[in-house]
């Protein structure tokens, strides 16, 4: 064979390849970093070139909302959080303004156990910094002076585009339920631009929309040890799958690990839940509750999540025990059935559980 003879051979074979995995498997996918964690994106159901071209769209969107909720870098949110503490009233930047009315109406669901007024908390905890090397847990003494101060989302008067801080204590800290918020606006972004049938998975907190070409989407629970898989989820539609888990940003202080979700009512990290994984239709919503019922523990999860309109909670407890609701345990599968599980009472009235 000559030598072009043998290229042209290669060259229809390598085609013939690409157009079958095309036809087999025509998901498309793109990734990059965002919110400080892996952003992976699929696309089903349209060309390359037009998913290709949808990625790199919410590649941008999502380094514009990195900066604007960055709770320590300066940018927006840090403004507003200088201009919250002076306590005058101004005029919110818009990419804030939105984030704080969801916020003050989820703080108030939860029994402000999801409160993202307690940045000072988070900072003084040592979280609000890229790493986690050299820290170890604050004065006792800091702790009780900011929860004396008691910030919440009711400091904060919203009156049209302008707001107003009452306590100087408050500073606003978007770390769990700015990345929900971000995950929907993509979605609303692909959908914009024609795409119906996507993934938009941030470090494993997704929505997922429309189906894999027919089929449903097959959504793998990551372990609470932050590695390996706990189980798997079926979703088609638009939903949304958040956990929240002590593994995520932590550090070792004289043998004890502290990590990054603190319990307002104490100014301490939320002790009694490992991981609460939230299925919801909506991405802010999921991540909050998350955040909620992290905090809330084995004790109070159920009650919070019907607070909240939750209808799918799995929490896994610090003994290991898995608490879910009835119609979590008719979704889930687990992938080891050994672990001890327990079951609530419904989360919405048995007529109303989806089949
Ligand atoms: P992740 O998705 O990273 O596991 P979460 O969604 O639970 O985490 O958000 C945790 C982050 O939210 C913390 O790093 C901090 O910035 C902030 N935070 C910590 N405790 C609370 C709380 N009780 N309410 C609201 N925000 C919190
Ligand atoms: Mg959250």
């Given amino acids: 064979m000559s030598t072009a003879i043998r290229l042209l051979v290669l060259w229809l074979t390598a085609t013939l390849l690409l157009g079958a995995c095309e036809r087999n498997d025509p998901v498309h996918h793109g990734r990059f970093l965002a919110f400080g964690t892996l952003t992976d994106i699929s696309i089903a159901g349209v060309a390359r070139q037009q998913a290709e071209s949808a990625i790199e769209a919410l590649e941008s969107d999502f380094a514009i909302m990195h900066k604007a909720w960055h709770a320590w870098a ?5 403004r507003t959080n200088n201009l919250l503490a002076e306590g005058v009233r101004f005029a919110a930047p818009p990419s804030v ?76 800290d978007f770390g769990a339920i700015g990345k929900g918020y971000g995950i929907d606006l993509a979605i609303e972004h692909l959908k914009e631009m024609g795409i119906q049938n996507a993934i938009v998975n941030s470090g494993g907190d997704l929505r997922a929309i429309g189906s894999r070409n027919g089929h449903p989407w097959r959504i793998a629970i990551r372990n609470p040890s932050g590695s390996g898989t706990l189980g798997f989820l079926h979703i088609s539609g638009d939903e949304s799958i958040f956990t929240s888990g002590d593994y995520e940003r932590n550090y070792l202080w004289q043998g004890k690990r502290y990590h990054h979700i603190i319990d307002p009512r104490t100014g301490y990290p939320a002790e009694g839940a490992r991981s609460v994984t939230v299925v919801h239709d909506n991405a802010t919503v999921a991540d909050a509750a998350a955040t909620a019922l992290f905090v809330a523990g084995s004790g109070n999860w159920h009650r919070i999540a019907r607070q909240m309109g939750i209808q799918y909670v799995l929490l896994i407890d610090s003994n290991s025990v898995v608490h879910m609701n009835p119609a979590m345990e008719k979704r889930i599968q687990l992938m080891d059935e050994s672990l001890p599980v327990e079951i609530s009472s419904p989360l919405i009235d048995p007529e109303q559980e989806p089949k």
Avoid: C, Y
């Fill in 74 to 78: 300066p940018g927006p949110l840090s």
């Fill in 97 to 172: 303004l939105k984030l704080m009315q969801v916020s003050g109406q989820l703080a108030q669901q939860s029994d402000n156990l999801f409160n993202p007024a307690i940045g000072r908390l988070v900072k003084l905890w040592g979280f609000q910094q890229d790493t986690m090397e050299n820290q170890r847990p604050p004065d006792s003494a800091a702790i009780a002076k900011l929860l004396k101060a008691n910030p919440t989302m009711n400091d904060i008067n919203i009156d049209g585009i302008h707001v107003q801080g009452s306590n100087p204590a408050v500073q606003l």
